[in-house]
Nanobody
Framework: QVQLVESGGGLVQAGGSLRLSCAASGRAFSMNAMGWFRQAPGKEREFVAAIDWSGGTYYAESVKGRFTISRDNAKNTVALQMNSLKPEDTAVYYC??????????????????????WGQGTQVTVSS
């Protein structure tokens, strides 16, 4: 089992920055990849960014160049640095982790179905 706890959400003006953090416990060291997803009211959960076991990073087109995902293996944490925030970035942001077994069944790292474990979410609100 893996437990994920997000922190760092809040209210920020457009153009501002926030840094989200996800602390992983349990068998986090065995995870194939970690990712961030978001869900706005009335919309489906969507991919934001991911980082795989080798350090490879993946981003949604809508956040590329503005968001940066990173991981600290020693501390079992994953961070999402969000710059130049826009009102359309407003959503609940979820940290997710996927096992090697899940990766072998669902190879698409950008799909929420490819992840085994989820945090409780943290609200990000960007005002215009």
């Amino acid at each position: 089992q893996v437990q994920l706890v997000e922190s760092g959400g809040g209210l920020v003006q457009a153009g501002g920055s926030l840094r989200l953090s996800c602390a992983a416990s349990g068998r986090a060291f065995s995870m194939n990849a970690m990712g961030w997803f978001r869900q706005a009211p009335g919309k489906e959960r969507e991919f934001v960014a991911a980082i795989d076991w080798s350090g490879g990073t993946y981003y949604a087109e809508s956040v590329k160049g503005r968001f940066t995902i990173s991981r600290d293996n020693a501390k079992n944490t994953v961070a999402l640095q969000m710059n130049s925030l826009k009102p359309e970035d407003t959503a609940v942001y979820y940290c997710a982790a996927r096992s090697l077994a899940k990766a072998q069944v669902m190879g698409n790292i950008k799909s929420p179905r490819g992840y085994d474990y989820w945090g409780q979410g943290t609200q990000v609100t960007v005002s215009s």
